[in-house]
């Protein structure tokens, strides 16, 4: 391989398919850049939206991933705060400093990386080298080796995803939670309202191996084949439970699998007790058909509502992009200390040449979570 070039994870616009392919390795571009050699890299399910088709750039090609670990091998002149050799995590996008909330962009989800030119065209972190702007502020340093290299991955999108999506619930210790998903976001979701004192936390979903992860680390599991997780909630909660907290997004099924953008949401608002509140973490975009998203549908992205009972009942309601930079320092501590261990969600480990194969196996249910790993 020359050295001028690297593997990477690229999108076609091809509908379920993604390639490993050859690419110019990134370079410094300004003085405040860093140039990261990934160590590990997650198959995300917001990765999946773009694998079927519905979301990301009106243009392809462009490189996935956006969860990521590594090691800085070059950096700019104006880094101050990192050096090459050093461990850092890699969020989901760069943060340039100017904002102060989870809305950075007047385009909402501003710059991120792996989802092409339409976001900031930052490249992805499904490869072996990633160009990061604004280093200083944007990566998150570790303590040096490989302890907890799984771990610490999920910092950079889905475990800081699946705490906000408890912040935006408006959870305290002592509630009940339902967690509507339990893909690797929801079973995030539920193991950090068990680690922030839940009473009593229900993960709704029909992948049994996904259900038995959540039961392993504490949580009541309800298979929506089995039972109606309305009639179910409703027996174990007769005022419903506390908050409630969708980890799915609009490519939800409902009890026939069947897509339905609209059923979690709806269920949602009728397991929540009165007074209570709803976290959305799951994506919902309108975004039109285009040659880089050839199967997006605007539709999904507006679903149905409930208003009247939700309003009735004095529900509130919070979702949107996280970003999880406020989030980074309480995570990382929970990890060094060992009071948390999130990367028990892991079904499979695997090398850049199998990204297609592990794409179709998440895609297909058949894994709970998918990491690329290279050489250290």
């Not at 969860?67 to 990192?82: D, F, H, P, R």
């Not at 999108?157 to 699946?162: G, L, R």
């Not at 309305?230 to 174990?236: A, E, P, W």
């Not at 969708?246 to 007074?275: M, W």
Request: with cysteine; proline share 7%; net charge negative.
């Amino acid at each position: 391989m020359s050295s001028d070039t690297m593997k990477a994870v690229v999108w076609e616009g091809k509908p379920f398919q993604v390639a490993v392919k050859q690419v110019p390795k990134p370079k410094i571009e300004h003085p405040n850049d860093a140039v990261i050699r990934i160590t590990s890299a997650g198959i995300c399910g917001t990765d999946l939206h773009t694998y079927h088709g519905i979301f990301g750039s009106a243009k392809s090609p462009w490189l996935m991933g956006h969860e990521g670990l590594g090691i800085v091998v070059e950096a700019g002149a104006a880094v101050k705060s990192l050096k090459v050799g050093d461990r850092v995590i890699i969020p989901v996008g760069p943060d340039d400093g100017q904002a102060d909330n989870d809305v950075t962009t007047d385009d909402v989800f501003g710059a991120a990386f792996g989802l092409g030119p339409d976001f900031g065209n930052l490249g992805g972190l499904q490869a072996e080298y990633v160009r990061m702007p604004f280093a200083d502020q944007s990566c998150v340093p570790l303590p040096a080796g490989t302890d907890n290299e799984l771990d610490f991955l999920f910092i950079s999108d889905i475990w800081a995803t699946a705490w906000a999506c408890l912040d935006f619930s408006g959870f305290q210790p002592g509630d009940s939670v339902a967690v509507f998903g339990a893909g690797p976001v929801g079973l995030l979701c539920a193991y950090s309202a068990i680690l922030r004192g839940a009473s009593k936390v229900y993960v709704i979903d029909h992948v049994s191996q996904r259900l038995d992860k959540a039961a392993s680390i504490g949580a009541i599991p309800i298979n929506f084949l089995h039972f109606d997780p309305v009639d179910f909630l409703k027996r174990f909660e007769p005022q419903g439970v506390n908050r409630s907290c969708d980890c799915c997004g609009y490519e939800c099924l409902d009890r026939k699998l069947q897509l339905d953008s609209s059923v979690i949401l709806r269920n949602a608002v009728r397991v929540t007790a009165v007074k209570g509140g709803i976290g959305v973490a799951g994506v919902y975009v309108d975004q039109p058909k285009s040659a880089g998203r050839p199967n997006a549908d605007p539709a999904l992205g507006n679903p149905s509502f409930p208003f009247a009972e939700f309003w009735l009942k004095g529900l509130t309601m919070e979702g949107g992009p996280v970003n999880g930079a406020r989030l980074f320092p309480i995570l990382r501590e929970l990890i060094i200390s060992g009071r948390a261990k999130p990367g028990f969600i892991v079904s499979s480990e695997i090398s850049i040449d199998d990204a297609p194969e592990g794409y179709r196996r998440f895609s297909d249910k058949k894994e709970t979570k998918v990491v690329l790993k290279f050489p250290f």
